[in-house]
C-alpha cells in the first residue's frame, strides 16, 4: 500500500508533512517526499493528506469495568474507589462488561492507542472475547478481593477460586 502526502510523526517527537510511504505487509518500506514514490503495478494507494502516521500508544493502566462510569466521579470527594466505584462494579454482569469493553476498545482506536494493561475487574471473559474481535493488543487482569467483610457479595472471590 501506498499512503500519498501523508504527516508522519518522526522519532524525534517531530511531524514531517508531505511524504509518501510504501507499507509492505506489517512493515515501512520507504518514506520519501511526496510525489516521489509511485504506485507500482496492483499496488492499492490512498490519499493521506488529512492523515498522521504514528505508532500506536499504549494505555498501561485502565479498569474495563469503570467505562460507565465516565462522568459520574469528576466532582466526588472522599473515598470514591468505596463509595462509588466499589458499588458500581458490584453491579456488572456479563452483559454490561461486554458493554463497558466495547466503550473501551472503542476510545482507545480511536484515540490512537494500540495496546493496554487492564488493571483488574470482573467478568473479564466478556471483556477479552471484544478485545480480541477489536484487534487490539492487551494484558487483563483478574480482580479479586476477600479481606474486607463490608464489601459486596458479588465480588467477594478469593484468588484461589478466581
Known amino acids: ?13 517531530e511531524v514531517v508533512y508531505h511524504q509518501d510511504i510504501r507499507i509492505e505487509g506489517a512493515y515501512i518500506k520507504e518514506i520519501k517526499a511526496h510525489g516521489t514514490l509511485h504506485p507500482v503495478e496492483n499496488e492499492e494507494w490512498m490519499d493521506g493528506s488529512s492523515l498522521l502516521m504514528m505508532p500506536g500508544l499504549c494505555d498501561a493502566h485502565m479498569h474495563t469495568g469503570q467505562q460507565l462510569l465516565k462522568g459520574r466521579i ?13 458499588p ?15 466503550l473501551a476498545a472503542l476510545e482507545m482506536i480511536k484515540g490512537g492507542t494500540t495496546s493496554f494493561v ?36 458479588q465480588i467477594q472471590d478469593t484468588w484461589d477460586s478466581a
Open 118 to 153: 487492564e488493571a483488574g475487574s470482573y467478568f473479564m471473559e466478556e471483556a477479552a472475547s471484544v478485545y480480541v474481535q477489536s484487534g487490539l493488543r492487551g494484558l487483563l487482569t483478574y480482580s479479586t478481593m476477600d479481606d474486607d467483610p463490608a464489601l459486596p457479595d
Open 88 to 102: 458500581f462494579e458490584s453491579t456488572l454482569t456479563k452483559d454490561i462488561m461486554r458493554i463497558n469493553a466495547q
Open 1 to 13: 500500500m501506498l499512503l500519498k502526502d501523508i504527516a508522519y510523526l518522526n522519532e524525534s517527537m
Open 74 to 86: 469528576l466532582d466526588a470527594q472522599g473515598m470514591i474507589w468505596k463509595e462509588i466505584m466499589l
